[in-house]
């Protein structure tokens, strides 16, 4: 069936930090690919998409590019905000069938002034 | 995208009560999600809600204990029936598009229930 993996976190790092959070898949076909983040006491905002590969999702300084070779999508941030603190959820959804998102555990990530 | 609001936002419930969780859109939408976010674990779906059909339940969900309305296009509540200490989590919904097939979902701010 259709998975994402996560690096454990926590993550906590410096303000101005350069920022990596790891998700690979594993799903048959071409699924489109997500990043959800949750800020304390918030619901999920979605931050980028991708939906087909070399696709490269970007918002607010975030980026993420689909690469089906390594079945990744990796978030990546040049230099973190104490304000990015928040969970990243990575999730995929098949738009074929049931249209069912399937995510990743959440990494949690904390920025020190 | 849509705005999507949840009422209650938190509650505090005794167990073996009932608690009916709202869900409104902006926006017709074809497709309504409800998932579940234990503490501090990933979301997992509940079901799918389309109007004018039941709601589709996932592997480990029925029924009888989420019982979910979908009256109209812009609406939806999720009841949480027979609550145990087990079903404090968060609860979100999310919906589609407006029409047609899409890949994303906007999600609401969620609900936060703890049973005592």
């Known amino acids: 069936g259709n998975s994402v993996t996560q690096m454990e976190g926590p993550v906590t790092l410096s303000e101005e930090a350069f920022l990596t959070i790891n998700c690979t898949y594993t799903?048959?076909?071409?699924?489109?690919l997500f990043w959800y983040v949750q800020y304390p006491g918030e619901g999920l905002q979605l931050l980028l998409k991708a939906t087909k590969a070399d696709d490269k999702g970007s918002n607010k300084g975030f980026e993420a590019t689909y690469r089906k070779e390594t079945t990744s999508f990796h978030l990546e941030k040049g230099s973190v905000q104490v304000s990015d603190s928040a969970v990243y959820f990575c999730?995929?959804?098949?738009?074929?069938?049931?249209?069912?998102?399937?995510f990743g555990q959440g990494t949690r990530l904390t920025i020190n002034p | 995208s849509a705005v999507i609001s949840q009422k209650p936002s938190r509650d505090i419930c005794q167990r073996g009560t009932s608690l009916t969780i709202q869900c409104q859109v902006d926006s017709q939408v074809t497709m309504m999600f409800w998932y579940r976010q234990q503490p501090g674990q990933s979301l997992t779906l509940i079901a799918t809600a389309n109007q004018g059909s039941e709601a589709t339940y996932e592997s480990g969900f029925v029924i009888d204990k989420f019982p979910i309305s979908r009256p109209n296009l812009t609406f939806s509540t999720l009841t949480v029936s027979n609550m145990s200490p087990e079903d404090s989590s968060i609860y979100l919904c999310s919906v589609g598009p407006t029409q047609g097939l899409t890949d994303t979902q906007y999600f609401g701010p969620g609900t936060r229930l703890t049973v005592l």
């Open positions: 999730a995929l959804i098949k738009i074929q069938g049931a249209q069912k998102l399937v």
């Open positions: 799903a048959t076909g071409y699924p489109s």
